[in-house]
């Protein structure tokens, strides 16, 4: 086991009708004026703005609105908000919305305190000092970063999809209301699943060093994951299911699945990121894809943990039937495993390739992954 | 799933030689001088006790050495620490020891800013509105007090071991280095074991309601306790065991095994805080040999519960074998099972169930543990 510092001050607020407090819970850090960040007008046609707005109000808290973050979102729309946090000088980014608003919202709060340009943060050209305080009522659980200090934001100019980090980015206070994703899509809700089990899966192989403890609850995880998709499936209402995978999403990037390991890397995530930039794949689909093919690829070089993975996880013996195993899983609840689902090629390959190779560097990875290993991984999700 | 709030700003700073730095740990708190509270002498043969002065030294902290806390602390040693803090104007209180130390110093510190008795904090008669900073060093691995907001300390005037809880008493920074536990003795590492299972199983058995993703975290922590505690029975320094060992008992109560749970309660400890208090019994030994007697009574009321439990932790079946397990794992590992192993006997039962009913009411469970039930119990544990 390894050395580790672990602090992880975000408070979270988890529950039926929490955003309705959301005023009471920004109040007491002294806040006067939030920018409002969210996606589309879902939020207010379905009342989840009017209910936050009400809670605002009710605590003198003015809030200026910033609407259009997408999914896989993009720097230019992250520069836009940190204008008019500036210029209506907020105290704080209040984000309504799944990862890619709080994500946003995370470079929006470390952008608004920076005279520079905050893609520098994620190009490793500056690094955070300050942020505005962040507060999010989450509405989609897949990325985790209600409880964590990363974000990850595409420069749709140069098709990079960077991270960055700091212990300024922890939310302050996180709402996690499980009846706000009874809405989420069929198909959200799989590539939820996929992307949580990918963030459980990126360590758990590929760490030099990986505490049995950790081993453990990393696949109670898994577990959960997938007991409560099936669950979900059958009933988006079932209140106990939404909870448990809401919770377990969080669990998996909080950084408590990290302890005392060494060495990791996070292979699935640099490949996948390559598909979101360039061809706009949900990042869930994109990794449901990339998994299968980089663990028949990779396997072999940490076996132990595999055959303890198809063991632990689905009962079974060997690598590659525990590789199987999740790739039917995928295939059962209907998150896509082959690039061909996206209507990628073999003539897509070069192109995935350049900004791969970028991606690897950038992950620190480029001596593992070179061309050859790319054409191979990609062979197999083909 | 019931609603909940979770909030846990400790800092933890995990491994081999952590607590050379603990001056630089506490540096940026603006601390000028600690009370440095400590059990025995025994620190400063074996050299941690210089460790300490020399980094709070170079990081011009002046401390104040208050010696003397015992295990099963009691309160006229925080009562007399208190006294030091106050007129040595302490900044804050550094404990070096196991959680006796930590519970005792968590206390001096709720005492340290209060003009009434500290005790009024543990019997409700007021709440914790501030305390001074905490840091410690821990050297025994147990309590789980060094990520919590909780502290046990008994009035050996009247005999209760009751316990405070405010946000208030987080530590601010935790120094874990599994190394420091090595020359704990193998008893002391055995009643920690019990100690830990404690923690996991009181929520696990006794909540009304209790999420799954939750059951697999606990009967992760089992497992690992179970399975660590057997490699340092056979190796007292082999430092993975010992390592996992510890954040395994750190994560058995920092809050994460109780998510989402309700009407949990806490027999095994209201009951065996009596022989704590009674006979000084040592905690995770009383704890051994209340929890099969406890279970044999209790298991009827949730047989779902234990025969997962059975099944997770021992691949057996049924509630009775599962608890029959667990005491023969008890006896292998050689922690007490029966009261005869403490002296006592029938003869003791009626002071020890006079303490009892005072505890039950102060749990808020008196009116399930009655005489006739602690007589019931204690039967099954004589």
Request: charged content about 35%; glycine content about 14%.
């Given at each position: 086991m390894e050395n580790f510092s672990f602090y992880n001050p975000t408070k979270i607020e988890f529950g039926k009708e929490k955003e309705k407090n959301i005023g009471e819970y920004i109040k007491p850090f002294n806040i006067k004026k939030v920018l409002l960040t969210f996606g589309s007008d879902r939020i207010k046609k379905d009342g989840l703005f009017d209910v936050v707005i009400k809670s605002l109000k009710e605590n003198n808290?003015?809030?200026?609105?910033?609407?259009?973050i997408t999914s896989n979102p993009v720097l230019s729309k992250v520069y836009e908000a940190i204008e008019v946090a500036k210029k209506e000088k907020v105290d704080a980014i209040l984000s309504v919305g799944g990862g890619s608003v709080l994500d946003s919202s995370k470079a929006i709060a470390a952008g608004s305190l920076y005279d520079g340009d905050v893609w520098d943060f994620f190009i490793g050209k500056n690094t955070v000092q300050n942020a505005l305080p962040i507060f999010d009522i989450l509405t989609l659980a897949a990325t985790g970063s209600e409880m964590n200090c990363g974000a990850v934001v595409t420069n749709e100019k140069t098709n990079q999809k960077y991270a960055i980090q700091s212990a300024h980015l922890y939310p302050k206070v996180s709402v996690i209301n499980p009846e706000l994703m009874n809405t989420v899509s069929?198909?959200?809700l799989v590539y939820s699943a996929a992307d949580i089990i990918a963030h459980c899966i990126e360590g758990y192989f590929t760490a030099s060093v990986q505490p049995t403890f950790i081993n453990?609850?990393?696949?109670?995880i898994i577990k959960t994951v997938m007991e409560t998709t099936e669950k979900l499936i059958e009933n988006p209402n079932n209140y106990d299911a939404r909870a448990e995978f809401a919770w377990a999403s969080t669990c998996a990037l909080n950084g408590l699945t990290y302890i005392g390991t060494k060495d990791f890397s996070y292979p699935n995530y640099m490949i996948e990121h390559i598909l979101s930039a360039l061809y706009n794949v949900p990042h869930g689909a994109g990794l449901s894809v990339i998994m299968p093919a980089w663990m028949k690829w990779y396997y072999s070089k940490n076996s132990i943990q595999f055959e303890r993975f198809a063991n632990e996880i689905f009962g079974l013996y060997s690598s590659q039937e525990g590789i199987q195993a999740l790739e039917n899983w995928f295939n059962k609840i209907g998150t896509p495993t082959k690039l061909s689902q996206f209507g990628l090629n073999e003539s897509n390959f070069e192109e995935i390739i350049k900004?791969?190779?970028?991606?690897?560097?950038?992950?620190?990875?480029?001596?593992?992954?070179?061309?050859?290993?790319?054409?191979?991984i990609l062979n197999l999700a083909k």
């Open positions: 808290i003015e809030y200026i609105e910033f609407e259009g069929k198909d959200y453990r609850q990393i696949e109670s900004v791969g190779l970028g991606n690897a560097e950038y992950f620190g990875v480029g001596e593992i992954y070179t061309k050859e290993v790319f054409e191979e």
